[in-house]
């Protein structure tokens, strides 16, 4: 890896990786031979870009956190919030560089996506897209299939978060990364795929690998819970309510009486699980 990769790429750990983030450089040239001109990141070929990707660990490092403090403004999914945040202070470690950040979720006005997830994993090297094509005379017909990535590492039990561009920075020598392909049978990526598509709510597409590390019970429930009732489920709303602003007595806030909820509910989602943050790894 270049000198100046491995320098920003460290920085960028040090910033994200104590809080369950894992990142992956690439250059954007790789992402735009892949994809018609309509999805193309506009910028020169040879510009760095990471690709941000969330490990289980980061709900209990990140996500209880940030919803302990103050900054959650309630009109938004906590995640994406926690999320933004922490990806802001990318941008605050690194003031000297022009920076552009693109959230997974992100649309352009005529909703199509800006970028797409699954294939800046691909081609970063974090982890393996398996599509339809990828499965030799397949079973399916007429059916559409979509397909899902899966970590070396973790499976299915990660999400990609986004992508950090440099523009200005260059690195045409960079040497690209295969994504590891850890389900390389037909029959394991027909029930991988067929998993995804028709079962996903029972989460076991995801342990199309034996992961080192799954989902909590309760990051699981809350996943699984539609984005309107998540705060409520964690105590911070009645399912009903839709506030128009943070209340000064939410649980994270304050420790007085607890608002609409249920106390001994939010008391346990709020209260990390983990020691502190070991120093970030390779």
């Given at each position: 890896?270049?000198p100046k990769v491995a320098e920003l790429k460290q920085k960028i750990e040090?910033?994200?990786?104590?809080?369950?983030?894992?990142?992956?450089?690439?250059?954007?040239?790789?992402?735009?031979?892949?994809?018609?001109?309509?999805?193309?990141?506009?910028?020169?070929?040879?510009?760095?870009?990471?690709?941000?990707?969330?490990?289980?660990?980061?709900?209990?490092?990140?996500?209880?956190?940030?919803?302990?403090?103050?900054?959650?403004?309630?009109?938004?999914?906590?995640?994406?919030?926690?999320?933004?945040?922490?990806?802001?202070?990318?941008?605050?470690?690194?003031?000297?560089?022009?920076?552009?950040?693109?959230?997974?979720?992100?649309?352009?006005?005529?909703?199509?996506?800006?970028?797409?997830?699954?294939?800046?994993?691909?081609?970063?090297?974090?982890?393996?897209?398996?599509?339809?094509?990828?499965?030799?005379?397949?079973?399916?017909?007429?059916?559409?299939?979509?397909?899902?990535?899966?970590?070396?590492?973790?499976?299915?039990?990660?999400?990609?978060?986004?992508?950090?561009?440099?523009?200005?920075?260059?690195?045409?020598?960079?040497?690209?990364?295969?994504?590891?392909?850890?389900?390389?049978?037909?029959?394991?990526?027909?029930?991988?795929?067929?998993?995804?598509?028709?079962?996903?709510?029972?989460?076991?597409?995801?342990?199309?690998?034996?992961?080192?590390?799954?989902?909590?019970?309760?990051?699981?429930?809350?996943?699984?819970?539609?984005?309107?009732?998540?705060?409520?489920?964690?105590?911070?709303?009645?399912?009903?309510?839709?506030?128009?602003?943070?209340?000064?007595?939410?649980?994270?806030?304050?420790?007085?009486?607890?608002?609409?909820?249920?106390?001994?509910?939010?008391?346990?989602?709020?209260?990390?699980?983990?020691?502190?943050?070991?120093?970030?790894?390779?």
């Amino acid at each position: 890896m270049e000198p100046k990769v491995a320098e920003l790429k460290q920085k960028i750990e040090d910033t994200l990786c104590p809080f369950g983030f894992e990142v992956y450089p690439f250059q954007v040239a790789w992402y735009n031979e892949l994809l018609p001109p309509a999805f193309h990141l506009l910028l020169p070929g040879p510009t760095l870009a990471f690709l941000v990707l969330s490990t289980p660990a980061m709900f209990d490092r990140a996500l209880k956190p940030f919803l302990q403090s103050c900054h959650l403004q309630m009109l938004t999914d906590p995640v994406d919030q926690c999320v933004a945040y922490h990806l802001g202070r990318v941008r605050e470690s690194l003031p000297e560089l022009q920076i552009e950040i693109i959230a997974d979720y992100e649309v352009h006005p005529n909703r199509r996506p800006k970028i797409l997830a699954q294939t800046a994993a691909h081609v970063a090297g974090a982890a393996y897209y398996y599509q339809r094509q990828d499965v030799e005379a397949d079973p399916w017909g007429n059916q559409r299939i979509s397909g899902v990535c899966i970590h070396p590492r973790f499976g299915g039990w990660f999400a990609i978060r986004g992508v950090v561009l440099l523009p200005g920075i260059e690195v045409p020598d960079l040497p690209p990364r295969k994504p590891h392909d850890c389900v390389p049978t037909r029959a394991d990526r027909i029930a991988l795929l067929e998993g995804f598509n028709f079962h996903w709510r029972d989460w076991t597409y995801r342990d199309a690998v034996t992961p080192q590390e799954r989902y909590s019970e309760e990051q699981k429930a809350y996943f699984s819970t539609p984005p309107a009732q998540r705060l409520a489920l964690l105590g911070l709303a009645e399912p009903s309510e839709k506030p128009s602003s943070p209340s000064l007595d939410l649980p994270f806030t304050t420790p007085g009486p607890r608002k609409p909820g249920n106390p001994s509910r939010a008391r346990s989602w709020l209260s990390p699980r983990v020691s502190p943050p070991a120093s970030p790894g390779p």
